[in-house]
C-alpha cells in the first residue's frame, strides 16, 4: 500500500527522502520501501513501452538531484585508463600500423587526433563491422601512440567514491536488469511456432531501458564497477531470476527461459545429470533437426546444379576425437551477464545490447568475465548464425565483439588454457562443415569414400563461416596460442580430417559435346572458401614456425599432412593415373605440406629428404597439382570452352594476386620439390604426356594425336615447354632471400605496365597474415620501389583524362632484371605478357641496343639452395634431350604446328641446362662406352656430351600418307650392311617414353603388390585404339643438335649472315649486347657457352661452320630451304606494305587533328577559320560539315555556325579581391556573399528602380552577371535545313549518351564537340567592308550628326511579314533557344515582366556577356593582344548581327535618346520631370559600356567605323566625368576644398577640357549644389578616402575607372570590324588601347606617361556638358546622400572569377564537414556536399532538402550557377560537375603522397591539395569547357 501512495508523489522528492532512509536507519525499513516501490514501478506485467519506470529509476539513481547533475558527479570520479569508445558500421576510424600490436588495432578520430602519428603507416577507415577504440590499452597498441588523455595514468589521482553516491544504483539495477531479462524472456518466440515472430517489435520497446544502460556505462569507470558487481553476482541474479514462490508471473516468466534454454540444445545441468551426461554436443537436442532442414533445402539447389543424386547426402558424423566431452557442455546460467549474453544471441545480436556489452570493456574484471561467457557461448553463437536468414548483420556484429576479445594475447592464452578455446573453435568450425558435405566424384566416382564441401550451400557462398574462421586466425596469430595448437596432436588430427573437407571441392568435368546450360557462379565460394578457412591459418601457424627451436612443430604437421594426403588418396581410390578431363583448383592439403617444407628448409635448417616420403608416394603427391598445370594450359587452349567462362575465371583466380602465393606458388613448388628427388626421365615423360604432346615428339612430318585437335597442339606444346622452363628456374622456394622475392614481384608488375603505388601494393602478394616478414607499405616496400622505379608524376592530359601519380621501372631494371619467366607466372591475363615484351621492346629500341622484334631475355636465376640441386637432373637427362632434338629439327625442317615461341622455350631450356651443369660433366673427357650404348639416341645424360653427338637414322611411325613413305627402300640401307644395322637400333620418342613408364612400374611394384597390374595395360591399350594403321619409316637425319643450331641460325638471320668461329672468342665485356636481342643473339649466345664450357662441342662447330662456308657462290637451294626464302621475302614485302599503308594513315589522321579536334585547350587552331570572312570574294563562302558543300549562306538555304548555348553565372561570382575566398574549416569562419559582381548589380538595380522610371533603368544597366547566357563554337557551319535531318537521326538513333536530343542538344558532326543549337550566318557580301572600313576626315560634330540621323531611321529597318524568309524564321528560332536557356528569373527584372523593355535588356545582356567573358579569357585585360584563339572560334559577329535583328523589332521610345543628352545641351531639363512620372536615369548613375552596346545593336546595319569612333570617343567623355564624380564623393572635405580651387585656376587655359584638374574642380563645385550629394558629417567619405590623394593616384584611379570600358569598346571594335589588337605592357595598355580606338591625345603635353583626360574630344562645351550631368543628380528631390553616394561610385573594376581556396590537407574538411549537421533540415547529411564556387554545404541525393522533386545539390547549381554546379563530395574526396540535366564525376584535386586519387576514401591515406588539378579545375569553369573536356556525363534527373 505505501508503494501505491509513494508512486503518486513527486519522484524527486521521493527518492531524495529514500536516500536519506537508506544512509540512516539499520532495520532496513529504508530498503524494504524501496524494494516496494520498485515492485510497482518496475511490474513486468506493464506494457514494455513505458517511460514512466525509466523517469523512476534516473531519479531514485540521482537520489533527488537532476540527473545530468548526478552524471557529471559520477564522471568526476572516473578512473579508467582506456577509452574504450564504441562505434557501429559506417563510423570513420584510424589505424595506425606502425603502433599497433594487433592487426586489428583501431583508434577513434579524437583519440587519434590527439596522439602524434606524424610520419607512421597509418590510414583512416569507413568501419564495417563497427569496432572499439583501443587507446590506452599497451596489449593492442604501443604505449608511444596513445593520444594525451589516456597517457597519463589518469586512475591514479581521481579521488575515491563517497559510498552513498551510488548507493541507489546498487539497489535500483539489478531489479531494473531483471525488468529487462523478463521482458526479453517474455518477448521471445520460438522461429519454428509458425507464427510471424516480432523480435523486432520487442526490442523497439526495449530501446529506452537498453539505450539507458549504454548511458550509465558511459558514466566511466566508477558506475562500470558497480554494472560489473551487478552482472556478475551470482546471489544477486539466484535471488531474482526464479522470482518468489508466490509470484506467479515471474515463475511463468522463468519457465519460459527454460523452454528456451532447452530449444537450444542447451540443457539446464539439473536435468543433465538425470540423463546420464549422454551427449557430448549441444547439437543432441536441435542441430541434427537443423541439418536436416539444411539437407532438405539444398537438394533443390543441387539438381538445377546439373548433378544426379548428389541431393541425398551423407551426413557424416563427427570423429570421436572431440577430445574432452565437457566443451559444448551444457550452459547453466549462473549470472545476468549469461542470461543477457544468452537472449542478445537469441535475439541475433540486436544492436542496442551489442553496444552495451562492448561499453562496459574498459572495466577489466567484467572483461575477464564476459570473454569467459562468451566461450562458453561460442558453439551456441556459430549454430544461430547458421539458422539465421540475416547471416550478414549477425556475422558483422559477433566479429565486432569477438575482435575485441580474442585481440589480446593476454587474454586469448587465458581462455585457451581455462576455456579450452581451440577445442571449441575447431570443433565447431568442423561441426558448421558437416552440415553441408557430399561424395567427393574426384577418380572413382561410384567407390569413392571422401567428402568436400558443397559450394553451392549458403554456408559457403554466403560466407557464413567468415566470423568463426576470422576468430580462429585471430587467435592463431598470438604466439603462445599457435605453440597450444601445434602442441596438441589430437587438434592437429582433427584439423586436418577439416582441411581435407576442402580437397577436391568444386570438382569440374570437361564438357566434350555441348555447352553447359547452367554456368555455376559457385567457384568465388570455393577460391574463398580455401583462401579463408584454409590458407590464413596456415600462414598463421608458419609465422610461428621460423627458428630452429620450432623444427618439431614443422615435423609434426609434415606427417599428419602426410598422413592425412594418403587417406586421401585412399578415399578417392587413386592409383597412378589422374581420371580424364577432371579438374580441382583446391588441393589445400598439397599446399599445407608444401609450405611446411618449404619454411623447414628455409627457416629451420631440416633436412628435406627426413621430410619427403617414398618414392611411390612422391608420384602420387605430383599427379593432382600436375593435372592443374596442364589445365590451366588446356583452359587457355580453349579446350574448355564448352564450359562457360567460369572456367577461365577460375584459371585466372588461381594465379590472382590474393591467391598466387597459397596456390600456384606451393603448387609449382611441391612439383619442384617431386622432380628433384624422382627419375628426371620419369617426370619429364609424365609432363608431355599429361600435356598430351606425346604424339607430336615424332621427327615425322605428320602425325596422328588421339587427344588433341590440331589447333590444339601447338597453343598445348607451348605450355608444356613453358611450363618446364618455369619448374626449372622459378627459385621463390628453392633458395631467394624475402627481399629478392619482394624485389622480382615488384619488377615483373612493374614491366607489365606503369602502375600506380596502391596498385602496387594490392598486386604484389604478402601472406595474408599481416604479422608476416614484409607488410606491403613497410620500409622494406617503400625502399625497394625506389630502387627499381622512377615517379612519374600525374600530369592532367587536355583531353580531361586525369592521370594519376605513376611508377614505371628504372632503366636498368629493364637492362638487367626484366624476367619474362616471372611476368608469365604473374599475369592473369594473357595479354599482360605481350604488354610487357611490347614496352621492352620500345625500351631497347629508345636507347639502341635493339631495333627488331626481342626476343624475351634470358634472365641469370638465383643459385640452388642445396637442398634442390636434384632439379638440375631433369634438364640432363636423355628424355628432355630427345624432346629438344626433335624439336630443333622439326622448327628447321617447317613442320606445322611449330612456333617462335617454342623455339624461344627450346633455346631457354638448353641455355639453362648450360648454366646448371651437373658437377662431374666439367671434365671434357667424353666417356668412351658410346659405341656400346644400345638403348637410346644418346650416349649419356649430359647436355654437353650431347649437344654434339650426331643423330643419323631414325625411325619414326607415320600415316601411309606422309611424305616420308617412300616406295623403294633407302640407297644407305642397300649399300652398307652396317648402316643398315645401326638404323634399326635408332628409337623413337615415344617408345622410349613407354619404356621408361615400364622401368618405373617395376619400382612402383617392388614396395606394392601387383594391385594396379590389371588397371595399366587397359589404359595403354585404349589409348592406341581409334588412331589408323601407322607405318614404321626410316629417317636419315645426320644432324647434331649443335648443327640444327647453326642451321636455325642461318635460317633466323635473313641476312644468309653465316655465323663466325670468332663470335665465340668475343670478351664478356660485350655480354649484356648478347642478353638483348632476337633468335639470332640467343642462338649466338648458346654456342658461345657451349663452346666456352667444352672443347669438343668448340672442335664440332668450328668443324660446322667450314663446312657451311663453301668457297663456291651459288648456293644450291634445297627446296625446303628456297620455301623459307620466299617466305621470308613474302614477309618482309607485307611488313613494308603495311609500315606505308599505316604512315598514309597516320598523316591523315594528323591532318584530321589538327582540323578537328580542336576541343582540348581554349586556345588551339580551328581550320573552319571564320576569318574567312575577310577574304576578297564577292561572297563568304562556308562549308557545310554534313553534305560536304560549300557555298554562300542565302535567305532561302542559310548556313549556320554550331554553338553551344548555357547559362552561366561565371562573372556574377568575380569579387574586388582578387585573392580567392577561403573555404570555411570552423565555425568561426564565414563566406560573405554580398560582395561579389552579381550582388552588387542587382543591388544598384533595385535603387535605380526605387527612384526612377522602369524603361530607363533597364537600359542603364546590364544583366547577365548570373544567368547570362554564353555563346560558344567550335568553328565548323553546316546547312540549317542538314542540321534539321540531322537531328531527326539522331533522334531515331538515340546513340548520344548523356545528351537530349529533345532539347536539341548534338554533337558536331566532324569534330564531336557538344553543341545544342545553330547561330545563322547573314548574307553578305565581303567587299561590302571596306566601305565601311575606311578611315575618315569629318570632324567630329558632323559624325555625331550623322549618327543621330543614322538613330532616327531605326523605325525604317525592313521587316515586314511579307519578307519572312528562312533566315528569319531561324533568328527567330535561335533567339528563341538562347530565352530557354537561361532560368525565367535571370531575364525579368522589369516591375512589368514579360514588358519589351525587359526583352530589350536581355539582348544587349547577351552581348555584354560574351565580351565581358571574352575579356576574363584573355585575362582580364588586352595586354596579350593579338587575335586570340577564341576569336577564331569566336561568334560574336553573328551573335551580334541577330541580336540586333531582333532588337530592331522594337520600338524604343525615341523622344528621349540618350544621345542627344550626351552630344547637346538641353534648356528644358526639368520638363520631363514634371508630369508626375519618376524621373529618367540621370547621365552619370548609367553604364557607360550598356550605352555603347544599345548604340551599337540599334544602328542600321553594316554599322560604318567612323560612326563607332565617334559614338566610342561621345561616351568616353561620360566615362570619364563619372570618373571624376566618383572621385570627388571619395575625396575628404577638405581635400575637396583644396583641389576645387587648385583646379579652379586652371579653367582660363587654353585646353581647360583637357585638364582633369580644371574638370575636377568643376564636378567639385557642380555636385556641392545639391544637398543630396556630399554628407556634411563626414562619416561616410573618411570610411571611402583612407588615403591623402596625390596627383599621380588621382590619374591611376581615373585610368583604372576608364579602362574596362576601353577594352570592351576596343573588343568590340576588333570583332565588328576584324582590327588586330596590339599587345602591350601593362603600363601602357591604356594609351594603346586609346591609340587603337582613334583617340588623339594632346600634342602639347610631354611625351611622358599618358593622361586619360589628354584623350577627351567633347562634342560641345565640356563644362557646360558637365552641369548638365550633375544638375540631373543634384536635382533629385527625393534621394538621401547614401543612396547618389552608392550610385555614384561604381567602380567597374573586379579581379578574374575563382573557386575557393582549399586547404592543404584533406583531413581539414574531413573532420570539419563529415559531421556537421545541414543547415537546411538539420539532420547531419549521408552524403555531405560543399560547393566549391560559393561554399554551400548541401545533401548529396538527400530526400531530406527536396523541393518540388529536385534534390538540393541540383537546386543549388541553379540558384548559385544558373545550373552549372562544382560539388566536392565529402565522403568520396571526388568532385562532381552538374550542367544543366546532366552531371559527370570530374575526379578529384586530393592526391595521396603517391599522387593517387583516392576515391571514396576506401585507403584513407593522408591527401593533399593538387594545385595543377585545381586550377584545370578553376580553368574549365571560366572557360565553359565542362561539355567538352569531360566525355562521361549522364542523366541526373534531378536526383542529386
Not at 950 to 955: D, G, K, P, W
Not at 1171 to 1180: G, N, R, T
Not at 1210 to 1219: I, Q
Request: glycine fraction near 6%; charged fraction near 20%.
Amino acid at each position: 500500500m505505501m508503494a501505491a501512495s509513494l508512486v503518486r508523489r513527486d519522484k524527486k522528492a521521493t527518492a531524495a527522502q529514500l536516500k536519506a532512509d537508506l544512509n540512516r536507519t539499520d532495520d532496513g525499513s529504508g530498503a524494504r520501501m524501496l524494494q516496494d516501490l520498485l515492485d510497482c514501478v518496475l511490474n513486468p506485467e506493464m506494457q514494455a513501452g513505458d517511460t514512466e519506470a525509466l523517469e523512476w529509476c534516473k531519479c531514485l539513481l540521482a537520489g533527488g538531484d537532476a540527473f545530468d547533475e548526478f552524471c557529471k558527479t559520477v564522471r568526476s570520479y572516473d578512473n579508467a585508463t582506456l577509452c574504450g569508445l564504441v562505434w557501429t558500421a559506417n563510423f570513420v576510424a584510424y589505424r595506425c600500423r606502425t603502433c599497433g600490436i594487433s592487426p586489428c588495432m583501431s583508434l577513434c578520430a579524437e583519440c587519434f587526433n590527439n596522439g602524434d602519428h606524424t610520419g607512421h603507416d597509418f590510414n583512416m577507415f569507413r568501419s564495417q563491422a563497427g569496432g572499439a577504440c583501443d587507446c590506452g590499452d599497451s596489449n593492442v597498441m604501443r604505449e608511444s601512440g596513445f593520444c594525451r588523455r589516456h597517457r597519463s595514468k589518469t586512475g591514479e589521482n581521481v579521488p575515491s567514491i563517497p559510498r552513498d553516491l551510488l548507493l541507489m544504483s546498487e539497489m535500483v539495477l539489478p531489479r531494473f536488469i531483471i525488468h529487462i531479462v523478463q521482458h526479453l524472456r517474455e518477448g521471445y518466440t520460438e522461429p519454428e511456432a509458425g507464427a510471424e515472430r516480432d523480435l523486432q517489435k520487442v526490442l523497439q520497446q526495449l530501446e529506452p531501458h537498453i539505450s539507458f544502460l549504454e548511458e550509465l556505462t558511459k558514466m566511466g569507470g566508477a558506475m562500470r564497477t558497480v554494472l560489473t558487481k551487478i552482472l556478475t553476482n551470482q546471489q544477486t541474479f539466484k535471488d531474482l531470476s526464479m522470482g518468489q514462490e508466490d509470484n506467479v508471473y515471474a515463475k511463468k516468466n522463468y519457465d519460459k527461459y527454460l523452454a528456451a534454454l532447452k530449444s537450444s540444445g542447451l540443457v539446464s545441468a539439473e536435468e543433465k545429470a538425470g540423463a546420464g551426461g549422454a551427449d557430448a554436443l549441444p547439437g543432441a537436442h536441435s542441430l541434427p533437426g537443423a541439418a536436416a532442414e539444411a539437407s532438405a533445402g539444398s537438394v533443390k539447389e543441387e539438381d538445377q546444379d546439373g548433378g544426379q543424386n548428389v541431393g541425398q547426402r551423407k551426413r557424416v558424423k563427427l570423429s570421436s576425437s572431440t577430445k574432452d566431452k565437457s566443451i559444448m557442455d551444457a550452459l547453466k546460467h549462473k549470472c545476468f551477464l549469461e542470461e543477457l549474453l544468452f537472449w542478445t544471441i537469441k535475439y541475433e545480436f540486436p544492436q542496442k545490447m551489442v553496444t552495451f556489452l562492448l561499453n562496459m570493456l574498459p572495466d577489466q574484471d567484467y572483461k575477464i568475465a564476459f570473454t569467459k561467457t562468451f566461450v562458453q557461448h561460442y558453439a551456441f553463437i556459430m549454430e544461430t548464425l547458421m539458422r539465421s536468414h540475416e547471416s550478414d548483420t549477425m556475422s558483422n556484429r559477433i566479429v565486432h565483439i569477438s575482435v575485441q576479445l580474442f585481440s589480446n594475447e593476454e587474454l586469448a592464452r587465458h581462455m585457451t588454457e581455462e576455456c579450452q578455446l581451440l577445442d571449441i573453435m575447431v570443433t565447431v568450425l568442423h561441426y558448421m562443415m558437416e552440415s553441408c558435405l557430399i561424395k567427393c566424384e574426384l577418380q572413382d566416382e561410384e567407390n569413392s569414400r571422401h567428402v568436400v564441401v558443397n559450394c553451392g550451400e549458403p554456408l559457403l557462398k554466403n560466407n557464413t563461416y567468415w566470423p568463426l574462421v576470422s576468430d580462429f586466425i585471430n587467435i592463431l596469430s598470438h604466439q603462445s596460442v599457435a605453440k597450444r595448437f601445434l602442441e596438441d596432436h589430437s587438434l592437429l588430427i582433427l584439423w586436418m580430417s577439416f582441411v581435407s573437407f576442402f580437397q577436391g571441392m568444386n570438382l569440374n568435368k570437361r564438357e566434350l559435346n555441348e555447352h553447359v546450360e547452367f554456368e555455376s557462379q559457385t567457384y568465388y565460394a570455393a577460391f574463398a572458401a580455401e583462401l579463408e578457412a584454409c590458407a590464413q591459418p596456415m600462414w598463421g601457424l608458419l609465422t610461428h614456425c621460423k627458428v630452429k627451436e620450432t623444427q618439431e612443430y614443422t615435423k609434426t604437421v609434415v606427417r599428419y599432412c602426410l598422413e592425412t594426403l594418403q587417406m586421401w588418396f585412399d578415399a578417392i581410390g587413386f592409383v597412378d593415373e589422374p581420371a580424364p578431363n577432371q579438374l580441382t583448383f583446391h588441393l589445400p592439403l598439397h599446399r599445407y605440406y608444401a609450405m611446411f617444407l618449404s619454411k623447414a628448409v628455409k627457416c629451420q635448417g631440416i633436412d628435406l629428404d627426413s621430410l619427403l616420403p617414398d618414392q611411390e608416394m612422391l608420384m602420387k603427391i605430383m599427379v593432382h597439382p600436375l593435372q592443374i598445370q596442364a589445365s590451366l594450359s588446356e583452359i587457355h587452349s580453349n579446350m574448355w570452352v564448352r564450359n562457360g567462362l567460369q572456367i577461365k575465371g577460375q584459371a585466372m583466380t588461381y594465379v590472382q594476386s590474393h591467391f598466387c602465393n597459397s596456390m600456384i606458388d606451393p603448387d609449382i613448388f611441391l612439383l619442384q620439390v617431386c622432380a628433384s628427388r624422382l627419375d628426371p626421365d620419369y617426370f619429364i615423360s609424365c609432363v608431355f604426356e599429361r600435356f598430351k604432346v606425346v604424339d607430336l615428339l615424332t621427327m615425322a612430318s605428320k602425325h596422328q594425336n588421339a587427344v588433341l585437335e590440331p589447333e590444339q597442339e601447338r597453343p598445348m606444346l607451348e605450355g608444356a615447354l613453358t611450363f618446364l622452363v618455369l619448374l626449372t628456374s622459378l627459385r621463390i622456394h628453392l633458395g631467394m632471400a624475402d627481399d629478392e622475392i619482394l624485389r622480382a614481384e615488384m619488377v615483373s608488375q612493374l614491366c607489365m605496365n606503369d602502375r600506380t603505388h596502391s596498385s602496387l601494393l594490392d598486386l604484389i602478394p604478402e601472406n595474408p597474415n599481416p604479422k608476416s616478414g614484409i607488410i606491403p607499405g613497410s620500409c622494406s616496400f617503400e625502399a625497394m620501389l625506389s630502387a627499381v622505379a622512377d615517379f612519374k608524376a600525374p600530369v592532367f592530359e587536355p583531353g580531361g583524362s586525369m592521370q594519376q601519380g605513376m611508377y614505371t621501372p628504372k632503366a636498368e631494371v629493364w637492362e638487367k632484371e626484366f624476367d619474362p619467366i616471372m611476368v608469365v607466372l604473374r599475369t592473369v591475363y594473357r595479354r599482360d605478357v605481350q604488354s610487357a615484351m611490347d614496352r621492352y621492346a620500345a625500351f631497347l629500341k629508345q636507347t639502341g641496343m635493339h631495333s627488331g622484334n626481342p626476343w624475351p631475355p634470358y634472365k641469370e636465376r638465383t643459385p640452388l639452395h642445396p637442398c634442390y640441386r636434384g632439379l638440375v637432373k631433369l634438364l640432363h637427362c636423355k628424355t628432355l634431350h630427345i624432346v629438344i632434338f626433335t624439336l630443333l629439327y622439326k622448327i628447321s625442317m617447317d613442320h606445322p604446328n611449330m612456333s617462335e615461341h617454342v623455339l624461344c622455350m627450346v633455346l631457354y631450356l638448353i641455355e639453362l641446362g648450360l648454366d646448371n651443369l651437373v658437377q662431374e660433366d666439367r671434365e671434357d673427357e667424353e666417356p668412351s662406352i658410346e659405341e656400346h650404348c644400345h638403348d637410346s639416341w644418346f650416349p649419356g645424360t649430359s647436355l654437353l656430351s650431347n649437344l654434339h653427338h650426331v643423330i643419323n637414322f631414325v625411325r619414326v611411325r607415320v600415316p601411309e600418307n606422309a611424305p616420308e613413305v617412300k616406295k623403294e627402300p633407302p640407297p644407305s640401307t642397300s649399300s652398307d650392311p652396317a648402316a643398315a644395322g645401326q638404323n634399326l637400333r635408332e628409337a623413337q620418342v615415344f617408345s622410349l617414353v613407354a619404356e621408361r613408364r615400364r622401368k618405373f612400374q617395376e619400382i612402383i611394384n617392388r614396395s606394392s603388390r601387383e594391385a594396379d597390374q590389371a588397371v595399366r595395360p587397359k589404359a595403354s591399350s585404349g589409348r592406341w585404339a581409334p588412331t589408323p594403321p601407322l607405318v614404321t619409316e626410316i629417317l636419315e637425319v645426320r644432324e647434331s643438335m649443335l648443327s640444327l643450331l647453326l642451321k636455325l641460325h642461318r635460317k633466323l638471320s635473313a641476312l644468309q649472315d653465316p655465323f663466325s668461329p670468332e663470335r665465340l672468342d668475343e670478351p664478356p665485356a660485350s655480354a649484356t649486347r648478347r642478353t638483348h636481342g632476337d633468335g639470332v643473339t640467343a642462338i649466338e649466345r648458346i654456342l658461345a657457352k657451349a663452346a666456352a664450357h667444352s672443347r669438343h662441342s668448340r672442335r664440332s662447330i668450328l668443324e660446322l661452320c667450314a663446312r657451311n662456308a663453301p668457297p663456291v657462290p651459288p648456293r644450291k637451294h634445297s627446296p625446303s630451304d628456297k620455301k623459307t626464302m620466299d617466305k621470308e621475302e613474302r614477309r618482309q614485302k607485307a611488313r613494308e606494305r603495311q609500315q606505308k599503308l599505316l604512315a598514309e594513315f597516320a598523316s591523315r589522321q594528323k591532318s584530321f587533328m589538327e582540323t578537328a579536334m580542336d576541343v582540348e585547350s581554349p586556345d588551339g587552331d580551328v581550320a573552319m577559320d571564320l576569318d574567312a570572312l575577310e577574304q576578297p570574294e564577292s561572297e563568304v563562302l562556308y562549308d557545310c560539315v554534313i553534305c560536304g558543300q560549300s557555298g554562300p549562306s542565302t535567305d532561302d538555304r542559310p548556313t549556320g555556325l554550331v554553338v553551344l548555348l548555357q547559362a552561366t553565372s561565371v562573372l556574377g561570382h568575380r569579387c574586388r579581391n582578387t585573392e580567392p575566398k577561403k573555404l570555411p574549416t570552423s565555425d568561426e569562419e564565414h563566406i560573405y556573399p554580398a560582395d561579389t559582381c552579381g550582388a552588387v548589380h542587382d543591388v544598384r538595380l533595385t535603387l535605380l528602380q526605387r527612384f526612377f522610371k522602369d524603361s530607363s533603368c533597364l537600359q542603364s544597366v546590364s544583366i547577365g552577371w548570373d544567368g547570362g547566357v554564353y555563346v560558344q563554337t567550335c568553328g565548323h557551319t553546316l546547312h540549317i535545313d542538314c542540321h534539321k535531318s540531322y537531328m531527326e537521326s539522331l533522334r531515331n538513333d538515340q546513340v548520344l549518351q548523356g545528351s537530349s536530343v529533345e532539347k536539341g542538344e548534338f554533337t558536331c558532326p566532324l569534330c564531336r564537340q557538344f553543341a545544342n543549337s545553330v547561330l545563322p550566318c547573314q548574307p553578305g557580301q565581303a567587299t561590302e567592308r571596306g566601305v565601311w572600313h575606311g578611315h575618315t576626315n569629318k570632324g567630329l560634330t558632323v559624325l555625331v550628326k550623322e549618327v543621330e540621323e543614322l538613330q532616327d531611321q531605326l523605325g525604317a529597318f525592313p521587316v515586314s511579314a511579307a519578307t519572312e524568309s528562312n533566315l528569319t524564321k531561324e533568328m527567330e528560332s535561335v533567339i528563341k533557344d538562347i530565352k530557354n536557356t537561361t532560368q525565367k528569373k535571370y531575364m525579368d527584372y522589369g516591375k512589368t515582366p514579360g514588358s519589351p523593355d525587359n526583352d530589350f535588356l536581355f539582348m544587349y545582356s547577351v552581348a555584354r556577356t560574351n565580351l565581358e567573358l571574352e575579356l576574363v579569357h584573355r585575362g582580364g585585360d588586352l595586354c596579350c593582344g593579338g587575335a586570340s584563339a577564341a576569336a577564331k572560334r569566336s561568334c560574336l559577329n553573328q551573335l551580334f548581327h541577330v541580336l540586333a535583328v531582333h532588337m530592331r523589332l522594337y520600338s524604343i521610345d525615341s523622344a528621349y535618346n540618350p544621345w542627344t543628352r550626351l552630344t547637346q545641351i538641353t534648356c528644358s531639363r526639368h520638363a520631363d520631370t514634371c508630369n508626375g512620372d519618376s524621373p529618367e536615369v540621370p547621365m552619370l548613375f548609367r553604364d557607360v559600356p550598356s550605352l555603347l552596346i544599345i548604340f551599337v545593336l540599334t544602328m542600321p546595319q553594316p554599322l560604318r567605323k567612323e560612326h563607332f569612333t565617334c559614338m566610342v570617343k561621345v561616351l568616353y567623355t561620360l566615362q570619364f566625368t563619372q570618373a571624376l564624380t566618383a572621385l570627388c564623393v571619395r575625396l575628404g572635405p577638405d581635400e575637396r576644398q583644396a583641389w576645387s580651387t587648385s583646379g579652379a585656376l586652371k579653367k582660363g587655359l587654353a585646353n581647360a577640357d583637357r585638364c582633369w584638374e580644371a574638370l575636377l574642380s568643376h564636378a567639385i563645385n557642380e555636385l556641392s549644389r545639391g544637398r543630396n550629394v556630399y554628407e556634411d558629417d563626414g562619416d561616410h567619405m573618411s570610411m571611402l578616402s583612407s588615403s591623402v590623394w596625390s596627383p599621380q593616384s588621382i590619374e591611376y584611379s581615373l585610368q583604372q575607372f576608364c579602362l574596362p570600358f576601353l577594352r570592351l569598346s576596343c573588343l568590340l571594335q576588333h570583332h565588328l570590324y576584324g582590327d588586330n589588337l596590339a599587345g602591350c605592357p601593362k603600363e601602357d595598355e591604356f594609351s594603346v588601347l586609346a591609340g587603337c580606338l582613334g583617340f588623339s591625345p594632346l600634342a602639347l603635353l610631354p611625351s611622358g606617361p599618358s593622361y586619360s583626360a589628354s584623350f577627351l574630344e567633347w562634342p560641345v562645351c565640356a563644362f557646360d556638358l558637365m552641369s548638365q550631368w550633375c544638375a540631373e543628380v543634384t536635382g533629385l528631390a527625393g534621394m538621401q546622400a547614401d543612396d547618389s553616394q552608392t550610385l555614384l561610385v561604381q567602380d567597374p573594376q573586379w579581379a578574374a572569377p575563382h573557386l575557393l581556396q582549399l586547404p592543404e590537407n584533406y583531413n581539414t574538411i574531413f573532420q570539419y564537414y563529415h559531421r556537421k549537421a545541414c543547415s537546411y533540415c538539420k539532420k547531419v547529411p549521408k552524403d555531405p556536399a560543399l560547393c566549391l564556387v560559393c561554399g554551400t554545404f548541401v545533401c548529396l541525393k538527400g530526400m531530406c532538402c527536396k523541393q518540388q522533386s529536385f534534390c538540393e545539390c541540383v537546386l543549388h547549381s541553379q540558384a548559385c550557377g544558373a545550373a552549372t554546379g562544382i560539388f566536392l563530395l565529402i565522403n568520396a574526396s571526388v568532385i562532381i560537375i552538374i550542367r544543366g540535366h546532366r552531371f559527370c564525376l570530374w575526379g578529384s584535386v586530393y592526391l595521396d603522397a603517391h599522387g593517387e586519387e583516392d576515391r571514396d576514401l576506401r585507403r584513407g591515406k593522408p591527401l593533399f591539395l593538387c594545385e595543377e588539378r585545381y586550377r584545370v579545375l578553376g580553368q574549365q569553369w571560366v572557360s565553359h569547357t565542362f561539355d567538352h573536356i569531360n566525355k562521361r556525363w549522364g542523366p541526373h534527373y534531378n536526383g542529386l
